[in-house]
């Protein structure tokens, strides 16, 4: 569960960076099939960069504010176990 810590933390401008630049980093985004997973790749690469640990639920629903989580996956289609956005 998150806490409003984690969201916070996650709000501010330092915490905001940080997330966008783990999901980067990470080049795992985190839709498709093996979305949880590419999730903990994202909360591996935040740690690396900010040392805060932050929990996954905190950084799904940062990950939802962003971005239309819905409209992602169904624009997702898997070639040779690689999620490729549809054009």
Known sequence: ???AAELQ???TVD?????FRALCEAQ???VGMHR???MLVVQRELYN???QTVS???LWKKFSTCYDIELLEGNVRVLGGI????P
């Open 28 to 30: 795992a985004r985190p």
């Open 1 to 3: 569960m998150a806490t």
């Open 36 to 38: 949880h997973f590419r």
């Open 15 to 19: 915490g905001e960076s940080a997330f």
């Open 83 to 86: 999620p490729i956005l549809r």
């Open 49 to 51: 960069l900010t040392e």
């Open 56 to 58: 996954i639920d905190a």
């Open 9 to 11: 933390y996650l709000a």
